[in-house]
């Protein structure tokens, strides 16, 4: 019987251009991948904010769910996917970013807690008042950002001797502590408008400026009197004001200088119902978080702790150390005025009934 030729003595293997072909395919097939569980992850950013967009379009109140991160150390139900969201109101406030245009704030609530929407460019944040039974906390959706981000607005651990300074106002200035304050210069604006100007100083960029602010505009809207209105403008990169050498050991001598910048370079927009602030990131000195005219025009504040800025903008409408007050309902907070924090007690992001009393006269 004859025998065949025994053809394949050895197993079979691959070239090396099959091995190459088929390592390029699967590496193709992971960055597919990859892009694809990206892409769905950035979906939740973007359809929140749509979402966000196509309820209050169809008429306010409103409810809807928002995307959260799998872990958040704001929630005792960290792994909750969503927070429920009530939308109620949009405020009647002109708020104004000289880089991102105008945004829209609303009022309303998140599980609960109340709640302050502002929607702008692409981002929509969410400052919730959890206080004082656990921290506040922001929730941002960014839609270049695949994932929203929750930053808890806890208390620093400051020492009790960083507080402000207050000044009396300067008696060659409109400045007046009196209610029967002249009216401001026709043709600038309309006269029953506040208009409250941010100077974001260029080391304060990379802050992230509604922790500070938006809940405050919330607190001064609610004390307008009827037929008054706010616009609050948010400016950046103005050379000789945003750039101004604000650290040094006489903090009043800075506030002075800065102020006379102010008036060098927008004289125009100086008028008896405007208010001016340089927001900084860091310390005016080793002691001095902010500082402030009573009754004034002009103050610094910096982002050593949230309450900072309002309790600067305070002064400014008449608000006092002595009629701030410590809130206990379960754990203690502390409302804006206070003159020196402790480090144990909350913030919250309120004034008390007596300052809030003073700011309403004031605004009047």
């Known amino acids: 019987m004859p025998h065949l030729p025994f053809l394949c003595q050895h197993p079979m293997r691959s070239t090396p251009s099959v091995d190459a072909r088929r390592s390029r395919f699967a590496a193709a097939l992971v960055f597919l991948l990859l892009m694809c569980l990206l892409a769905a992850a950035g979906s939740s950013v973007a359809s929140t904010v749509t979402d966000f967009d196509g309820a209050v379009a169809r008429g306010l109140p409103v409810g809807l769910r928002g995307e959260l991160p799998a872990q958040s150390a704001a929630r005792t139900d960290a792994t909750r996917g969503a927070a429920i969201m009530h939308v109620d109101t949009r405020m009647p406030v002109k708020l104004i970013y000289s880089d991102d245009g105008e945004a829209a704030l609303y009022r309303g609530k998140v599980d609960g807690y109340p709640a302050i929407f502002t929607r702008y ?22 839609t270049p950002k695949p994932h929203p981000e929750i930053r808890v607005l806890t208390q620093p651990a400051t020492s009790e001797t960083v507080r402000d300074i207050v000044l009396a106002p ?49 607190l001064i809207e609610a004390l307008l009197p009827a037929g008054r209105t706010m616009t609050v403008d948010i400016r950046r990169n103005l050379p000789g004001i945003t750039d101004f050498a604000y650290a040094g050991d006489d903090p009043s001598r800075k506030l002075l200088e800065w102020l006379a910048l102010v008036r060098a370079q927008i004289p125009q927009e100086i008028d008896v119902d405007s208010k001016f602030l340089l927001f900084t990131h860091n310390l005016i000195s080793s002691s001095t978080a902010g500082i402030a005219l009573q009754g004034g025009d002009y103050g610094i504040a910096s982002a050593s702790s949230r309450q900072t800025l309002a309790h600067e903008f305070g002064h400014m409408l008449s608000a006092t150390h002595e009629n701030a007050e410590v809130r206990y309902n379960g754990w203690w907070c502390e409302t804006i005025m206070l003159a020196a924090p402790v480090d144990l007690r909350s913030n919250c992001y309120d004034y008390s009934d007596a300052n809030e009393k003073l700011i309403r006269s004031y605004l009047e």
């Open 121 to 142: 460019a692409d981002r929509l944040d969410i400052f919730v008042n959890a206080a004082p039974h656990s921290d506040a906390y922001t929730i941002s959706y960014a």
């Open 170 to 218: 300067i008696e060659t200035t409109p400045e007046s502590t009196t209610g029967d304050r002249p009216k401001a210069r026709s043709g600038i604006r309309d006269t029953l408008e506040w208009y409250f100007v941010i100077f974001v100083h260029d080391d304060a960029k990379n802050v992230a400026l509604n922790d500070h602010l938006s809940w405050w505009i919330g």
